[in-house]
């Protein structure tokens, strides 16, 4: 026992080497200052937080929301064209010297009618310079192929003669054929009878600012395009949520004024664009004309908002 309390005292009577003393002093120098930075960045933060919310003005916000859903890139769909553009013209849904007549600058949709001479291995997208392009071709592939939807649903409660009558029949004048000799007449894209539910499935979730109707009713030519976005999304075997997704893009560039309404009406609930649900998004409550009006109204008086609705021209 004294023999262990001799050695300790010779221990810490012992001089403690230099290097031994810096390396501790420089060691706790260093847990110090990187407390200190960690706690700084945290304030740093809180502070830029607040800064931001109190030096953007609403119209500035307003902005921010247009950008995040009309991104000036546009959105770029997982589904490749294929030889569908051809198919199409070949179905005679589409009569390409009238779409040449349309469609002649770049800046509205003149670089797509590429997608019509035969196999393409670009992506569908949607932008501000194409989306009437889109809402065309999406709308003489939801008219031509032969679908439950409109074979079995509202369109034809009144019978075939009645189904003519609408927007999205009696409105479709850029084919080689005429709209109910195309309607429902082939079937540019092989659907199993499971597949043609899930289409149906899917479009009955799906609605549109101009009406109070779901895709499953497709009356105008953004319901029409809608549905012939959703057969060529189950055919390529596309998730619900991916097309979902798809659609709420869509939906954005066909009516972006209720879109980026909707962007600032969730912004109020807390809620970033990037993280709402699209199918709610799309749903009745929201996308459809009484969903949207009712949005406009929440947001009404927000500077930056301009007042216009959207509609069904093509």
Same mark, same amino acid.
């Given at each position: 026992?004294? %023999?262990? %309390?001799?050695?300790?005292? +010779?221990?810490?009577? %012992? ?11 420089? !060691? ?20 830029? $937080? ?8 609403? =119209?500035?916000?307003? !902005? ?8 000036? @890139? ?11 553009? +051809? ?23 003149? =670089? ?9 291995? &670009? ?18 592939? *939801? ?8 074979? =079995? #649903? ?13 927007? $999205? ?5 850029? *084919? ?36 109070? !109707? $779901? ?21 390529? #075997? ?29 912004? @109020?609930?807390?809620?970033?664009? +990037? ?9 009745? &409550?929201?996308?459809?004309?009484? *969903?949207?009006?009712?949005? %406009?109204?929440?947001?009404? #008086?927000?500077?930056?908002?301009? $007042?216009?609705?959207? *509609?069904? #021209?093509?």
């Amino acid at each position: 026992m004294g %023999k262990k %309390k001799s050695k300790l005292t +010779k221990f810490l009577t %012992k001089s403690t080497p230099l290097w031994m003393v810096v390396l501790i002093t420089l !060691n706790s120098s260093m847990a110090f200052a990187l407390g200190e930075y960690y706690l700084m960045k945290k304030e740093f933060n809180k502070n830029l $937080s607040k800064l931001a919310q109190t030096t953007k003005s609403p =119209e500035e916000l307003v !902005n921010i929301l247009k950008q995040e859903v009309l991104s000036a @890139k546009g959105y770029i769909t997982p589904l490749k064209w294929k030889s569908l553009g +051809k198919q199409l013209v070949e179905a005679g849904a589409i009569d390409k010297q009238k779409y040449e007549a349309i469609f002649t600058s770049e800046g509205n949709g003149k =670089e797509e009618m590429k997608h019509l001479e035969g196999e393409s291995d &670009d992506y569908m997208a949607i932008n501000e310079s194409n989306s009437r392009f889109m809402v065309n071709t999406l709308w003489a592939l *939801g008219l031509v192929q032969k679908s439950k939807v409109l074979d =079995e #649903g509202p369109m034809m409660q009144r019978g075939r003669a009645e189904a003519g009558n609408f927007a $999205s029949t009696g409105g479709w004048t850029l *084919g080689s054929k005429g709209a109910m000799e195309l309607y429902s007449s082939q079937e540019i894209i092989l659907l199993t009878a499971q597949q043609q539910d899930l289409v149906k499935k899917i479009a009955e979730g799906v609605f549109r600012s101009c009406c109070g !109707n $779901s895709t499953a009713f497709p009356d105008c030519n953004h319901g029409m395009a809608a549905l012939g976005y959703i057969e060529w999304a189950v055919y390529n #075997g596309l998730s619900e949520g991916q097309i979902y997704k798809d659609l709420l893009a869509f939906n954005s560039f066909w009516f972006p004024q209720n879109y980026v309404e909707m962007a600032v009406y969730f912004a @109020k609930q807390g809620t970033k664009w +990037k993280e709402v649900d699209p199918k709610l998004a799309l749903s009745v &409550d929201y996308a459809s004309a009484q *969903g949207a009006q009712r949005i %406009k109204q929440a947001v009404q #008086g927000v500077p930056g908002i301009q $007042s216009q609705g959207g *509609g069904c #021209g093509a």
